[in-house]
């Protein structure tokens, strides 16, 4: 099975007002083991309704979501899906190492200190595991986001924006330390973003959605060779 499967997904939002606004519409794809694809399109496409449905935080109104051949429940449930979405927050009270040691803690398991330090390692943080993320700067806080999302080593890697309230400059550097990171774990990862450069600078394929509803409206191979091919 692929690691993540959309076939004729559909989802509609019902409206206070009783109206019913479809978000995404008779949506397929895939994401292969292994690979990485960003999602690209403007604001109000749907992107992140299909990130949620991936992640099983909504339902398909029609269709059918599978990650690794189960429903996404499963897999959340398993804690096999890493999750860093903008507004993940990190919890400003905890550490820098408390932050990304809770996953362990929400899965009730033992929290493996050299699995921690390594991600810490990893992403460029040694020396910060007692700040807070308000005495980090923007681009640390996400890698913390990063780091948090990996250290249960899940099976699939979802990205929402993840570098969208950065800078120009400091998203360039992100991107190469998330291309570094990921080259590391070469985790099944589909990405979110409405940056092209980012899409094609991060992704073996890039699938483009666009419309209201969002639909899949194009998809690219990426053709560059790159340091971790
Ligand atoms: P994107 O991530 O591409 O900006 P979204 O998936 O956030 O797009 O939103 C797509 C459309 O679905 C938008 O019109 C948005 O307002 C609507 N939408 C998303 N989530 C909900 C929800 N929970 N309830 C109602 N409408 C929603
Ligand atoms: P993004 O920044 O990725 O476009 P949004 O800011 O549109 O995301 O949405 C953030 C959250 O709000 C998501 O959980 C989305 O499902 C929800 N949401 C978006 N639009 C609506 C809406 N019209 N009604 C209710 N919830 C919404």
């Known amino acids: 099975a692929p690691a993540i ?35 690209l399109g403007p604001s109000g496409c749907g992107k992140s309704t299909l990130l949620r449905l991936v992640a099983g935080l909504e339902a398909p109104s029609s269709g059918a979501v599978a990650v690794e051949g189960r429903a996404p429940a499963e897999l959340v449930k398993a804690h096999r899906l890493g999750i860093a979405f903008q507004e993940h927050a990190l919890l400003p009270w905890l550490t820098v190492r408390q932050n990304i040691e809770l996953p362990f803690r929400i899965a009730g398991r033992p929290v493996v200190r050299e699995r921690v330090q390594g991600l810490i390692n990893l992403v460029g943080l040694a020396g ?6 308000k005495q980090l700067s923007g681009g640390m806080r996400q890698r ?27 998203r360039r550097q992100m991107n190469v330390e998330l291309q570094r990171i990921w080259s590391e774990s070469r985790i099944s990862t589909l990405l979110v973003t409405h940056a092209v450069e980012e899409a094609l600078f991060l992704a073996d394929r890039v699938i483009v959605l666009s419309g209201r509803p969002g639909k899949v409206v194009r998809t690219l191979e990426v053709p560059f060779d790159r340091p971790r091919h």
């Open 5 to 39: 499967d959309f076939r004729g997904v559909t989802k509609s939002f019902r409206l206070p007002d009783g109206k019913t606004l479809t978000a995404l519409t008779d949506t397929s794809l895939s994401v292969g083991k292994g690979e990485f694809v960003a999602l």
């Open 144 to 170: 913390v986001a990063i780091a948090r999302s990996l250290v249960l080593e899940p099976e699939i890697l979802l990205l929402d924006e993840p570098f969208g309230a950065l800078d120009a400059v400091t």
């Open 128 to 133: 910060f595991e007692a700040a807070r993320p």
